[in-house]
């Protein structure tokens, strides 16, 4: 049994208890950024703050982004969306296109899509070789690990959906023309060969937490209930951050 198959995909929220909660996991991140970026305070930087954001095609990611920024001033963060490495970027390491987006000290990105590809979408597709991939996994775990260490707070989330849910979705985008841009034809051939991803995600996972920066799995079954908790765990672990930071 899996990372994946622990997940509870029938976690939701009511809708007042998803107001309730939202608002405050909002103020206390917004309370948290600004003393990150020395607003609040003495003044001073602290470190810098990357979320990650992996998971199941339409597993919520843009929504779960729109509502952690929902609160902050937008100069105060950037969000970079990652797709497949344009012909210049495959010249260089696999790293190299991430490095000049890394947040400085007091400094916030989020990445919608990661390094992580390399593990994920270039294994299955055979867009890198075996030995890339596999060499990967070290790499992208001593990248991680030079980054919190030189003063980066990394969190990394997982959006699970179900099959089925994953389904709903896709149609519902279909038949939206303003939503439609959103579902590609590799989204679909991607759903085709959801073992062969799932199997690459378990190996991932196991292969790149690490203390410094651990796997957060949460269920997107329930758009509120991933909203929600994905906010709770960022400032859990912005927390234990500072923590480090300042000990």
């Not at 809708?15 to 309730?20: G, I």
């Not at 959801?194 to 199997?199: C, I, N, R």
């Not at 203390?211 to 672990?237: C, F, M, Y």
Request: aromatic fraction near 12%; charged fraction near 35%.
């Amino acid at each position: 049994m899996g990372r994946l198959d622990e997940i509870d995909l029938s976690n939701r929220l009511s809708n007042s208890d998803y107001d309730k909660r939202l608002a405050a996991a909002q103020e206390r991140f917004l309370e948290l950024r600004l003393h990150l970026g020395g607003e609040l305070g003495e003044g001073k930087f602290g470190p810098g703050l990357l979320v990650v954001m992996e998971g199941s095609d339409a597993g919520g990611k843009g929504g779960a982004i729109k509502r952690m920024v929902e609160r902050l001033d937008p100069r105060h963060y950037s969000v970079y969306s990652y797709s497949k490495p344009t012909p210049r970027e495959k010249r260089h390491h696999f790293l190299w296109r991430f490095w000049t987006k890394i947040p400085g000290l007091g400094g916030m990105c989020v990445f919608d899509r990661s390094w992580y590809g390399r593990l994920l979408v270039e294994r299955v597709e055979r867009f890198a070789t075996v030995e890339q991939w596999t060499r990967a996994y070290d790499e992208i775990v001593e990248f991680e690990r030079s980054l919190v260490l030189e003063g980066v707070i990394l969190v990394k989330f997982w959006l699970q959906v179900s099959p089925d849910e994953q389904l709903s979705r896709f149609k519902s985008r279909e038949q939206d023309k303003l939503r439609r841009w959103k579902l590609t034809d590799e989204d679909w051939r991607n759903r085709d060969k959801w073992d062969l991803y799932a199997e690459a995600a378990e190996d991932m996972f196991e292969r790149t937490d690490h203390e410094l920066a651990p796997w957060d799995l949460i269920s997107g079954e329930h758009k509120k209930w991933a909203r929600v908790q994905i906010l709770e765990t960022l400032n859990q672990r912005i927390e234990e951050g500072l923590k480090r930071w300042e000990g």
